[in-house]
């Protein structure tokens, strides 16, 4: 091969390769699974029994979602002599409850599902109030985020015994030793920043002798 002809022949495989490298862009399909179609999972559960525990567990995750993101609002926002408390109490809960999400979406990825992800989609399944988008007391956002944990509680324990009654051993321990032990904690780390005590003297102080 002529000198010409080799260097004609390795540019021609360099612009092949090029045009291989090159990102394949603006691509559109049908979707592989629409959303609330459950696909049948080797995993020795009904198929009616993972539908179910989904559609449970989308609720759930749309719930947890709002209140994780509840959390970062208030942690950006809060105001107050408590705000370095409660400034760090509320990201550490924030994270937690990042935690449970993708623990919730991986069950109903399991089960066959297809879990929630856009915040619009959130927006519209959520049972949480929206609370406004300015900054409010800190006593007004913990009482938001009780009422809002107290929700969840409600739904996971009725969740959790409906999977128990179907057999769906999996679902009913992400509820009970995960969702609902977490929420129960938090809970009460929460409410303790409500409690109106003295900070400095015991409100019978003065009548000691």
């Not at 080799?6 to 394949?24: C, D, F, M, V, Y």
């Not at 049948?40 to 525990?53: F, H, N, Q, R, T």
């Not at 959130?122 to 109030?129: F, G, K």
């Amino acid at each position: 091969m002529s000198p010409k002809n080799h260097r004609s022949t390795s540019r021609n495989e360099l612009e092949a390769g090029s045009e291989r490298s090159k990102p394949i862009l603006h691509q559109k399909a049908r979707e592989i699974q629409p959303y609330g179609k459950t696909t049948k999972m080797p995993i020795a559960l009904d198929e009616e029994v993972c539908s179910e525990s989904i559609g449970n567990l989308n609720q759930l995750l749309a719930d947890t979602m709002t209140i994780r993101d509840m959390y970062k609002k208030h942690h950006w926002q809060v105001a107050g002599h408590t705000f370095y408390q409660l400034h760090l109490l509320f990201d550490k809960h924030h994270g937690e409850q990042d935690e449970l999400v993708d623990q919730i979406a991986e069950r109903i990825q399991l089960l066959g599902g297809i879990s929630l992800a856009m915040a619009a989609d959130v927006a519209e399944t959520t049972m949480i109030s929206r609370p406004p988008r300015g900054r409010e007391e800190a006593p007004v956002q913990i009482s938001r985020l009780l009422e809002a944990h107290e929700l969840i509680l409600k739904e996971a324990r009725t969740m959790a015994k409906q999977a128990q009654e179907s057999g769906d051993d999996g679902t009913n321990d992400l509820l009970v030793s995960d969702v609902i032990r977490t929420n129960e904690l938090q809970t009460w780390f929460l409410a303790e920043h409500v409690v109106d005590v003295p900070l400095v003297r015991s409100a019978g102080a003065g009548n000691q002798r």
